[in-house]
């Protein structure tokens, strides 16, 4: 699976961006994906994922300034950044989860993006 993100870029305070990705390859398998960031020297920490039925999880600190969706027939997420804050400037990596399940293992794969910068100016 590849995963094919844009978006990112630069924007004022209170602005918005919107981010997309685009997976391909092996897509069938794929259950979760998702958003992370990681800001520098920091651990990349999970912002919001949506599952292929729709479920959707977010970080306290985006809630209702976030909004994550998904196309499956697309196999594509994106997340809907608005009200964008200093504090949410960093790398964001886009994140698949792909699912195999055999009579007597189940096998987990992620999948990551190159990233893409977002930064928020004051």
């Known amino acids: 699976v590849q995963l094919v993100e844009s978006g990112g870029g630069l924007v004022q305070t209170g602005g918005s961006l919107r981010l997309s990705c685009a997976a391909s390859?092996?897509?069938?398998?794929?259950?979760?994906m998702g958003w992370y960031r990681q800001f520098p020297g920091k651990e990349r920490e999970l912002v919001a994922d949506?599952?292929?039925?729709?479920?959707?999880n977010y970080i306290d600190s985006v809630k209702g300034r976030f909004s994550i969706s998904r196309d499956n027939a697309k196999n594509t997420v994106s997340l809907q950044m608005n009200n964008l804050k200093a504090e949410d400037t960093a790398v964001y990596y886009c994140?698949?989860?792909?699912?195999?399940?055999?009579?007597?293992?189940?096998?987990?794969?992620?999948?990551w993006g190159q990233g893409t910068q977002v930064t928020v100016s004051s």
């Open positions: 949506i599952t292929n039925g729709g479920i959707t």
């Open positions: 994140y698949a989860r792909s699912t195999v399940v055999n009579i007597e293992t189940t096998v987990e794969i992620d999948y």
């Open positions: 390859g092996r897509t069938s398998d794929i259950d979760l």
